[in-house]
């Protein structure tokens, strides 16, 4: 008997395990897709600055339609995943997603050019908070942490993207002809993927939003998020314009290179790591990487010291959003999807507040001195962190006390 419920089981396991690994599979290869997509943009945006003659003042105030239209998205992506399955706003927003980036590289006004990122940046915000609730979806299944090498694909992504970008720079390649074949790209893997996408994953309760009292448990993760997105959006729109007008560089992809290559090592390594040393002692290490690898690019604004801060603020800032979002995950308050949807608000805000505030910093003084401001928000994840868990141990003791 025992041996026929043994096999009875087994052969129920193995489809359960092929559906789960594609599952898997196909949704890694859109948070490839997502980095691949981003880092297109944000390696051309010198290319757009010269294009357009924008100052750094202009050129902030271009970088803040982004976060702008992202908050905007906010709210309504939280009601998408609510309402309907992940995999549909997910692939919806992937298709405009790729639309809007060819229409940036076709923009031949300022005007059409805010429009392009507009739209760009509201299916981006929309396309993130739906592959990370069938993530979250996927890790409750498994049972271990898998966020963080999701998020190690999409920076993967991004540093396979700005690399493609690197060589079609060096070969002179038209911007509205490699920003249109990332878009065909696009396109062409979102069809063939949407069918192995996660299924019936709508949760149904904690969909609503509850005005009144912030509640610390999300507040404090949204705090998080937005000393990161400070310092990762900051980084990701300005590393390309430091190390071509600091640094000089010729090639002056390099410093967002080996940005997203240590980003995407250090997401990999997250799951690793926080199982060792658990999440507040990865909090505080992240932080200390920011700190130090901004205070070396800054204090020396040459090639190699400048590389090697950018691959410690990439070490840094990268772990930070995964570890959050899996927090997130466990409130009692929210559903996983509308508890990603208010902390991404956060996260919206720090983009809205980063990038546009360097490009003012940096023509009121220097790019040198305004890129302290990563250092600061760097700084601010350890004591947010501690405050964090030490409310969530309080909440753990009251809930034994029950």
């Known amino acids: 008997m025992f041996l026929v419920k043994f096999s009875t089981e087994s052969k129920s396991y193995k489809p359960f395990m092929t559906l789960f690994n594609k599952q898997r599979l196909f949704l890694s290869i859109f948070f490839f897709l997502s980095g691949f997509s981003f880092s297109t943009w944000a390696s051309r945006i010198p290319t757009i600055k010269t294009l357009f003659d924008f100052n750094d003042?202009?050129?902030?105030?271009?970088?803040?339609?982004?976060?702008?239209?992202?908050?905007?998205?906010?709210?309504?992506?939280?009601?998408?995943?609510?309402?309907y399955d992940s995999r549909i706003?997910?692939?919806?927003?992937?298709?405009?997603?790729?639309?809007?980036?060819?229409?940036?590289g076709f923009a031949d006004?300022?005007?059409?050019?805010?429009?392009?990122?507009?739209?760009?940046?509201?299916?981006m915000r929309i396309f993130n908070i739906s592959v990370n609730?069938?993530?979250?979806?996927?890790?409750?299944?498994?049972?271990?942490?898998?966020?963080?090498?999701?998020?190690?694909?999409?920076?993967?992504?991004?540093?396979?993207?700005?690399?493609?970008s690197t060589i079609l720079i060096a070969l002179e390649i038209s911007m509205p002809m490699h920003l249109s074949f990332v878009a065909i790209a696009g396109v062409i893997i979102t069809a063939l993927s949407y069918e192995y996408l996660l299924r019936n994953d709508r949760s149904p309760t904690g969909n609503k939003l509850i005005m009144g009292k912030p509640d610390p448990y999300i507040l404090y993760l949204g705090l998080l998020v937005f000393f990161a997105a400070i310092c990762e959006g900051g980084m990701f729109d300005w590393s390309g314009i430091y190390f071509k007008e600091v640094i000089?560089?010729?090639?002056?992809?390099?410093?967002?290179?080996?940005?997203?290559?240590?980003?995407?090592?250090?997401?990999?390594?997250?799951d690793f790591v926080t199982r060792k040393i658990g999440?507040?002692?990865?909090?505080?290490?992240?932080?200390?990487?920011?700190?130090?690898?901004?205070?070396?690019?800054?204090?020396?604004?040459?090639?190699?010291?400048?590389?090697?801060?950018?691959?410690?603020?990439?070490?840094?800032?990268?772990?930070?959003?995964?570890?959050?979002?899996?927090?997130?995950?466990?409130?009692?308050?929210?559903?996983?999807?509308?508890?990603?949807?208010i902390i991404a608000?956060?996260?919206?805000?720090?983009?809205?507040?980063?990038?546009?505030?360097?490009?003012?910093?940096?023509?009121?003084?220097?790019?040198?001195?305004?890129?302290?401001?990563?250092?600061?928000?760097?700084?601010?994840?350890?004591?947010?962190?501690?405050?964090?868990?030490?409310?969530?141990?309080?909440?753990?003791?009251?809930?034994?006390a029950r």
């Open 57 to 83: 003042a202009q050129l902030g105030t271009l970088l803040l339609s982004m976060p702008v239209s992202s908050l905007v998205g906010l709210p309504i992506s939280g009601w998408l995943v609510s309402r």
């Open 89 to 104: 706003p997910l692939s919806v927003a992937c298709g405009i997603n790729a639309a809007s980036l060819a229409l940036i």
């Open 109 to 123: 006004s300022t005007f059409l050019l805010v429009v392009a990122i507009c739209v760009f940046a509201f299916s």
């Open 133 to 164: 609730t069938q993530a979250l979806s996927l890790q409750k299944q498994l049972g271990a942490p898998i966020m963080g090498s999701f998020h190690g694909l999409w920076s993967s992504g991004g540093i396979f993207g700005v690399a493609v």
């Open 248 to 270: 000089r560089a010729e090639i002056f992809t390099y410093g967002y290179l080996i940005f997203m290559i240590f980003m995407a090592l250090s997401r990999f390594l997250s």
């Open 279 to 341: 999440m507040p002692r990865t909090y505080i290490l992240s932080s200390l990487c920011v700190v130090v690898g901004i205070t070396l690019s800054v204090g020396f604004p040459a090639f190699v010291p400048a590389l090697i801060g950018f691959s410690l603020v990439g070490l840094g800032s990268a772990a930070v959003v995964p570890m959050t979002y899996i927090l997130a995950g466990t409130s009692k308050k929210y559903s996983p999807g509308m508890a990603i949807s």
């Open 345 to 400: 608000t956060y996260a919206i805000a720090g983009m809205l507040l980063g990038p546009p505030l360097i490009g003012y910093l940096s023509h009121a003084f220097n790019l040198r001195v305004a890129f302290i401001t990563f250092a600061v928000a760097g700084l601010m994840i350890i004591p947010i962190s501690q405050l964090f868990f030490r409310y969530q141990r309080k909440l753990n003791e009251e809930n034994k």
